[in-house]
């Protein structure tokens, strides 16, 4: 996931920086407000979700650390 993250966050800045084309006078048009907030959205959306993951497989590695500590491993089960 943090592959995702880094490759939509170069996707942003490769955006960004081409927005202008190296012209200071050019004001940025709608639709390239429009672009730019999309991407913006999808990567905030990487980051929850990437975020989410990440907090799953924190509690499920926790349980089952839990479950190892009180017997109910792999082993309990013969």
Same mark, same amino acid.
Do not use: H, Y
């Given at each position: 996931? @943090?592959? /995702?993250?880094? *490759?939509?966050?170069?996707?942003?800045?490769?955006?960004?920086?081409?927005?202008?084309?190296?012209? &200071?006078?050019?004001?940025? &048009?709608?639709?390239?407000? *429009? @672009? /730019?907030?999309?991407? *913006?959205? $999808?990567?905030?959306?990487?980051?929850?979700? $990437?975020?989410? *993951?990440?907090? $799953?497989?924190?509690?499920?590695?926790?349980?089952?650390?839990? $479950?190892?500590?009180?017997? @109910?491993? /792999? &082993?309990?089960?013969?």
């Amino acid at each position: 996931m @943090r592959k /995702l993250l880094f *490759i939509m966050t170069a996707f942003v800045a490769l955006s960004v920086a081409s927005c202008g084309n190296g012209s &200071s006078e050019k004001p940025m &048009s709608a639709a390239d407000s *429009i @672009r /730019l907030q999309d991407s *913006i959205d $999808a990567l905030m959306q990487a980051e929850q979700e $990437a975020l989410e *993951i990440q907090q $799953a497989e924190a509690a499920a590695e926790q349980a089952a650390q839990e $479950a190892a500590k009180s017997g @109910r491993g /792999l &082993s309990a089960g013969r």
